[in-house]
C-alpha cells in the first residue's frame, strides 16, 4: 500500500506533526471564521472582526491538539514497526487505540477504555476502506474489455467486404 512507502520513521513522526498541526488549524480555523461570525454582534464589521479574532484566538489551539494526536499516533505507529518488525495495519489501529487510551488518561480507566475503543474501531475503519479500495482499484485493471458494449466498435462480419444492392 502506497502509506507504507513513506518517510523513515524517525522524520514520519515530524511530517505527521505537521500534517496534522496544518489540517486542524486550517479546519478549526474555517469553524471559528463561521462560529465568531454567527455570534458576533449585528453589523457586518462586528462580524468580520468576530470572525477574525475566534480564528486567530482558536485555531492555533485547535492545530496544535491535532498535532499532539497526530504526533503520538506516529511515534506508537513507530514503536510498533520497531518491535513487530512489520508495517501493516494493525499497527495503526493499534496506533489509534492506544492514542485514544493515552489521550484520556487524566479522565479515568473507563474514559480511557472508550477513547481506546472509538480509537481502534475510528482506525479499523479507515484501514479497512482503504484495502478495499485498494481491491478494488487493482481488480478493476486486472481483465480489461476491449469493445464492450458498443458494436460499432466490432471488425464487420463479413470479413470487410460491402454488399452492392
Excluded at 514497526?81 to 480507566?109: F, H, M, Q, Y
Excluded at 479499523?124 to 458494449?149: C, H, K, M, S, W
Amino acid at each position: 500500500m502506497e502509506e507504507y512507502a513513506r518517510e523513515p520513521c524517525p522524520w514520519r513522526i515530524v511530517d505527521d506533526c505537521g500534517g496534522a498541526f496544518t489540517m486542524g488549524a486550517f479546519g478549526g480555523g474555517v469553524f471559528q471564521a463561521i462560529k465568531g461570525f454567527r455570534h458576533a454582534p449585528a453589523g457586518v464589521g462586528h462580524r468580520l472582526r468576530g470572525s477574525a479574532t475566534a480564528v486567530r484566538t482558536r485555531a492555533p489551539q485547535i492545530g496544535g491538539s491535532f498535532a499532539v494526536w497526530g504526533g503520538l499516533f506516529s511515534t506508537i505507529d513507530c514503536g510498533l514497526v520497531r518491535l513487530r518488525g512489520k508495517e501493516d495495519p494493525w499497527n495503526s489501529i493499534t496506533s489509534g487505540a492506544l492514542t485514544g487510551a493515552i489521550l484520556a488518561a487524566r479522565s479515568g480507566p473507563l474514559a480511557m477504555m472508550g477513547s481506546a475503543m472509538m480509537g481502534g474501531i475510528l482506525l479499523a475503519l479507515i484501514e479497512g476502506f482503504g484495502i478495499l479500495l485498494t481491491r478494488y482499484t487493482a481488480q478493476q485493471f486486472q481483465n480489461p474489455v476491449p469493445f464492450a458494449d458498443d458494436p460499432s466498435q466490432l471488425p464487420p462480419k463479413d470479413g470487410g467486404q460491402q454488399q452492392e444492392l
